[in-house]
C-alpha cells in the first residue's frame, strides 16, 4: 500500500513540475510617450512588468525583453505628460531577426497582442508604428526581443 502511494505521489509530483517547466508568461510592455515635446518618438520611455526581463532598460533606442517560444507579448501605450491625451498603437511591425510571430504584421487594438512561436539565435527588431491624440501622423520606435531557452 505505501509503496502505490509513494508512486502516486511521485507522479503526481513529477506532473506538477513539468506543467511549471512549460508553463508561459505573458510579458506587458507600456509605452511612454511625452506627448507635449514636439517630437515625441525621441522623447519616450518603454517599461516592462514584473515578470519580464529586460536586457538592457537604461538604452533609449535599444529597449530589449527577453521571452520564450509560447509566451505572450502585450502592448500598450499613454502619455507620460497628459493623462487625458490618447497614445494608440496602430501596428507592430516587423523589421529583421527571426519571424518569431504568426504574421510580419500585427494590427494595433485595445489590447495589442501576440504569441511567440518560434526562436532564433538573432534578436527579434520591430516598429512600433503609433498615433497621439486625434492626430494622424504616425510615429514610430524600434525596440527588440531576444528569444531563449
Known amino acids: 500500500m505505501r509503496t502505490h502511494l509513494f508512486k502516486v505521489f511521485v507522479v503526481f509530483t513529477l506532473v506538477l513540475l513539468s506543467s511549471k517547466s512549460f508553463a508561459q508568461d505573458v510579458h506587458q510592455i507600456t509605452l511612454l510617450v511625452d506627448t507635449k515635446n514636439k517630437v515625441p518618438e525621441k522623447t519616450y520611455t518603454m517599461k516592462a512588468g514584473d515578470n519580464t526581463t529586460v536586457l538592457n532598460a537604461n538604452a533609449q533606442d535599444a529597449f530589449t525583453i527577453f521571452a520564450r517560444v509560447g509566451d505572450q507579448i502585450k502592448w500598450n501605450a499613454v502619455s507620460s505628460s ?44 520591430y516598429q512600433i508604428q503609433f498615433t497621439i491624440g486625434t492626430d494622424s501622423k504616425m510615429y514610430s520606435i524600434s525596440p527588440k526581443i531576444q528569444i531563449g531557452d
Do not use: C, H, W
Open 82 to 125: 497628459e493623462p487625458d491625451v490618447s497614445v494608440a498603437i496602430n501596428q507592430i511591425k516587423y523589421i529583421s531577426g527571426p519571424r518569431i510571430f504568426s504574421s510580419d504584421l500585427i494590427q494595433g487594438k485595445n489590447t495589442t497582442q501576440a504569441t511567440v512561436i518560434r526562436g532564433g539565435n538573432e534578436m527579434y527588431v
